[in-house]
């Protein structure tokens, strides 16, 4: 407690120093703060980047309810504090606290990071080191704290496998009570640390890599992953909810400006449609939607506990949701009465019609985001995501017509089997756009163009092929860039050494988390911002430990080869990956699978039925 | 009908900067249930009007605040709703109802008054009285705006009183214009004085006409 009036005494004198103090004070309108010596076990949420970045996770949002909501508990948050602050700290010695009470995170029980994407990696580092707690798993003893992951990125927790103590793969509604449990048992029993950890891997969905070893074959490629604690836990199963609880309400608000500052509200997990690219659409299977029901009361009910004036409906493909229109009317009528914006993330042109604009008519009109995702037909067919040109064309136009004048685009480059036809049918493609909607709307109509690089994901279609060549990627950067100079066009393109990095890290293996360590101690952080990314940090890291990058990136995998993460289960059958991998080589698609079920391996694997749990009616 | 509140702003808060403050009175009138009146127009805004700006890190005893609201409602029912519906450090001090056509606080408001408590012993009272005397003697005192632009501090100080004291502990009090574009920053007073930015911490008084 003495530790924690000094942090508050000092903060209280230099936060002026930095900017944004606001960041670190937590005080935010719907904030739990519990009596430190009332509960038995003491969690921090953790997100690897700024508070203004990671205040909107609804992964935290989520776990900081459940844990708070148990007697035996408390959650408090911690974000990465920005380079001053960590500055502040480091020069006065002074230990990375939680936003509540203040406290220390190495007096935690247990840290849980939230890891959406792999660019974090180093960050969890930097926090790690900034708690004064040991960054490596092999180092932590006694009384550290128990460091535990999740998200997105963990899907391939290998790379990572060095510094994380257990990871939690898939959902955590249910599986944080039951790490909740083991913990508080058995700080009641005074069992140590090492055996706790032992407790919680045999909870489904919980993976302790120090339980585990890899066996590589001469051409660094692996045989083998052995579980060397239990033999009956050889993969390590996600966790699902087969019911969606109702969404969160009493969000917290922030008392400073954030991104995505709004009400967001769960309406479906999961997605159908099988974009071959997509990890999210394979990794959160089976479809879920929440009920129609609950969907408006929580957003009544958020709307009054928070006072923020902007809802968000969440999913991967909002228009896929059942009773979309029903939906639109009853947030329309709602953002009537409290005098409301709202806004309609990942519409897909094959089920966002006329029906859907009209709803939707007479609101102000933001962004129109559309995402063909490449150029042509055929490529479209690759990779799943058949949306005939010109239907695309046909929903601009009525967008259009409705009073839309800013649409923005998504493209990927770097799709195997792509060539220079399918770049040039971007750029036909956002002409024909563009011509559309001057046609229409005259000078106020605007067109972006996002142009991404494919970064082949674990757990996907895609995970069998390569990532792009440099100077097919460059060439066709700069193909596009000449091409759409003086169109009026406005266009953005990703920094090919930060794909090139997240590629790298998203299909890598154990022996990258010393390249980690190594980057970071090189002083890499922060690497998805644009003005700390440097990638020599990680080149030198890379020959420091004579890896060659390519073996990772550049190389495409046999059929038959084994993956890091093939012990880890997202349900998704890795036949059907790779069934559906050979159907992109030949341009064959493959349906929505709520039109005929393609044994993804979902239903077997979780003993549902997919129209089932898909919507629940009240 | 449209009120004037005045509120205190405690620490716990002080880090919240006075545009960020429109959005928590607009989100705390939400929770409270009562509708604010919206501006006129293609982009209706909510109709609040923040008084004189309160630099990032200061505390206030007195800040006011002017709302529209659509319906007319007792003002201790207001109080009562909205103090509920105010995140912490924010807290209500009276609610007065004001003509809809009385002109807008930022235009009435002369001068502030300001408390500047030091944080450090080291600051002795003989000090601390010589650099505010020597400060009164300046006929000029040139600072540094953010935006680079150099301006004279000086006009802008009404007064500076030393070597008094609250349970011991020394404090400044600072009289500063409050007109627009004619603002002291006691901090830049401060500063003038010889004192950095972690040697204090500015609490306003009040706001006066």
Known sequence: ?618 | MRIRISYKKSSIIRFTSALDMQRIWERSFRRALIKVAYSKGFHPQPRIQLGIPLPLGFVSLDEKVDIWIQESLLLDVISRQLQQNLPAGLEITSIHEITVSEKALSTQIQFSDYRVYLLDENFSPELISDRTINLLKEKEIIREKRNGKKYDLQPLIVSIESNTEIQGKPFISLRLLSQQNKTGRADEVMFAMGYSITDFIVERIGSYT
């Not at chain 1, 997509?278 to 479809?287: D, L, N, S």
């Not at chain 1, 757990?459 to 700069?478: A, C, E, G, M, R």
């Not at chain 1, 079920?597 to 629940?616: E, F, V």
Request: glycine share 4%; aromatic share 10%.
């Open chain 1, 1 to 618: 407690m003495q530790e924690t009036q000094e942090i508050i005494d000092f903060l209280d004198r230099n936060l002026i120093t930095v900017q944004k103090p606001g960041r670190y004070v937590g005080g935010e309108f719907n904030q739990t703060i519990k009596n430190w010596d009332s509960v038995n076990v003491h969690a921090a949420l953790a997100f690897p980047d700024i508070y203004d970045i990671g205040f909107p996770n609804l992964g935290i949002t989520l776990l900081y309810r459940i844990i708070n909501d148990r007697m035996d508990s408390l959650a408090e948050r911690v974000y990465a504090p920005w380079l001053d602050m960590e500055q502040l700290l480091s020069d006065n010695n002074v230990p990375l606290f939680s936003l509540e009470s203040k406290t220390p995170l190495r007096n935690f029980d247990l840290i849980g990071f939230s890891i959406p994407y792999e660019t974090l990696y180093t960050n969890v580092l930097n926090m790690l080191n900034l708690s004064h707690i040991p960054i490596w798993v092999k180092d932590r003893n006694g009384t550290d704290p128990i460091v535990i992951a999740g998200g997105h990125s963990t899907f391939n927790p290998e790379p990572m496998h060095a510094f994380i103590d257990a990871f939690i793969i898939g959902e955590g509604e249910e599986i944080i009570e039951e790490i909740l449990d083991i913990i508080n048992n058995c700080k009641i029993k005074e069992i140590e640390r090492k055996e706790i950890i032992n407790l919680l891997s045999s909870i489904e969905g919980i993976y302790v890599p120090s339980h585990y070893t890899v066996e590589y074959h001469q051409n660094k490629t692996i045989k083998k992953i052995i579980n060397r604690y239990s033999t009956d836990k050889k993969t390590i199963n996600k966790r699902i909810v087969k019911i969606l609880p109702s969404p969160i309400a009493n969000l917290l608000v922030p008392n400073i400006k954030v991104v995505h500052d709004r009400i967001s509200i769960e309406i479906m997990r999961g997605c159908s449609r099988g974009c071959r690219f997509c990890q999210a659409g394979m990794i959160m299977r089976p479809v879920r939607e929440a009920r129609l029901h609950d969907i408006m009361s929580a957003m009544r009910n958020a709307v009054e506990l928070t006072g923020i004036g902007e809802v968000s409906l969440l999913s991967l493909s909002t228009s896929d949701y059942s009773q979309i229109k029903d939906l639109i009317s009853n947030v329309v009528l709602l953002s009537e009465e409290y005098n409301l914006n709202f806004s309609l993330p990942s519409l897909r042109i094959e089920s966002f019609n006329s029906d859907v604009i009209n709803e939707i008519k007479g609101k102000r009109k933001g962004n129109f985001t559309i995402a063909p995702e490449a150029g042509t037909d055929k490529l479209r067919s690759i990779i799943n995501k058949p949306i005939p040109e010109q239907t695309i064309f046909d929903t601009v136009q009525e967008i259009c017509n409705k009073g839309w004048n800013n649409i923005k685009l998504y493209f990927m480059i770097g799709f195997h089997h792509e060539t220079m036809p399918d770049i040039e049918g971007i750029v036909n493609l956002c002409k024909e756009i563009n011509y559309i909607g001057k046609k229409t709307n005259k000078g106020r109509f605007k067109l972006n163009v996002s142009i991404n690089t494919l970064i082949p994901k674990a757990h996907t279609p895609f995970q069998w092929v390569n990532f792009d060549d440099y100077d097919q990627i460059i060439k066709k950067y700069d193909f596009l860039r000449t091409e759409f100079r003086k169109t009026g066009i406005k266009t953005s393109f990703p920094d090919y050494k930060a794909s090139f990095l997240e590629s790298l890290l998203s299909r890598g293996d154990r022996q990258l988390s010393q390249v980690i360590y190594d980057a970071w101690k090189n002083s890499a952080k922060f690497d998805a911002w644009h003005e700390c990314f440097n990638f020599k940090f990680w080149e030198d890291a890379l020959k420091s430990n004579s890896i060659d990058p390519f073996f990772y990136t550049g190389r495409p995998r046999n059929d038959n080869e084994v993956f890091p993460w093939d012990h880890i289960n997202s349900g998704v059958k890795k036949e059907f990956l790779l069934m559906e991998y050979k159907r992109s080589k030949n341009s064959r698609t493959t349906l929505d699978c709520r039109e005929t079920c393609l044994s993804c391996g979902i239903q077997t694997n979780y003993q549902i039925n997919c129209n089932k749990i898909r919507s629940i009616k009240a």
